[in-house]
T-cell receptor, first 116, second 113 residues
Framework: AQTVTQSQPEMSVQEAETVTLSCTYD???????LFWYKQPPSRQMILVIR??????QNATENRFSVNFQKAAKSFSLKISDSQLGDAAMYFC?????????????FGQGTTLQVKP | DAGITQSPRHKVTETGTPVTLRCHQT?????MYWYRQDPGHGLRLIHY???????DKGEVSDGYSVSRSKTEDFLLTLESATSSQTSVYFC????????????FGPGTRLTVL
């Protein structure tokens, strides 16, 4: 069975600085998707960035980028120029494989604090 | 924003009572999902649906049932609520060709006393 692990329950960063959130996963599949979701205090789940496993190039969305290491099964999120609005819980998630029902498997989450 | 609503948004109930949560979408997406969110566990899949009347179990399905009689509605039922089912429940939708991206509803906070 696939698993997703986020080993950092809490992280903090100074405004305008860079922070990296870690995520590792386990799967025997070769075709899958990885996601980072943001959950602010409003509780709404917001997609931050998506990575397709067959693409070697790391995904980037404005200040958000990932470091995807397929062999190591690692998928970290880098937030550059951190802003107060980035404070939230971040979830790493896995989906796909041969069944491709779209089910998401989530990590435990990392709470990010941004200090002014 | 994807058109997903959940009702009710908050509910307090007593142990042993039945509870039904409703998810409604206006996107005509084929797949719908119910997750629960608990501290230290992230979100975990309860049940999902891949079409009208087509459903399957997720990771934490014990004590829950679902029904989907129309494309737009996916119901989650707790037949006899227990305190361990106190949680925040999220509905999500996705389309098969959308790179597995899921769109989430606003969540329902359920408290079982």
């Amino acid at each position: 069975a696939q698993t997703v692990t986020q080993s950092q329950p809490e992280m903090s960063v100074q405004e305008a600085e860079t922070v990296t959130l870690s995520c590792t996963y386990d799967t025997s599949e070769s075709d899958y998707y990885l996601f980072w979701y943001k959950q602010p205090p409003s509780r709404q789940m917001i997609l931050v960035i998506r990575q397709e496993a067959y693409k070697q190039q790391n995904a980037t969305e404005n200040r958000f980028s990932v470091n995807f290491q397929k062999a190591a099964k690692s998928f970290s999120l880098k937030i550059s120029d951190s802003q107060l609005g980035d404070a939230a819980m971040y979830f790493c998630a896995y989906s796909g494989g041969s069944s491709n029902t779209g089910k998401l498997i989530f990590g435990q989450g990392t709470t990010l604090q941004v200090k002014p | 924003d994807a058109g997903i609503t959940q009702s009710p948004r908050h509910k307090v109930t007593e142990t042993g009572t039945p509870v039904t949560l409703r998810c409604h979408q206006t996107e005509n997406h084929r797949y719908m999902y119910w997750y629960r969110q608990d501290p230290g566990h992230g979100l975990r899949l309860i049940h999902y649906s891949y079409g009208v009347k087509d459903t399957d179990k997720g990771e934490v399905s014990d004590g829950y049932s679902v029904s989907r009689s129309k494309t737009e509605d996916f119901l989650l039922t707790l037949e006899s609520a227990t305190s361990s089912q106190t949680s925040v429940y999220f509905c999500a939708i996705s389309a098969p060709s959308a790179d597995n991206e899921q769109f989430f509803g606003p969540g329902t906070r359920l408290t079982v006393l």
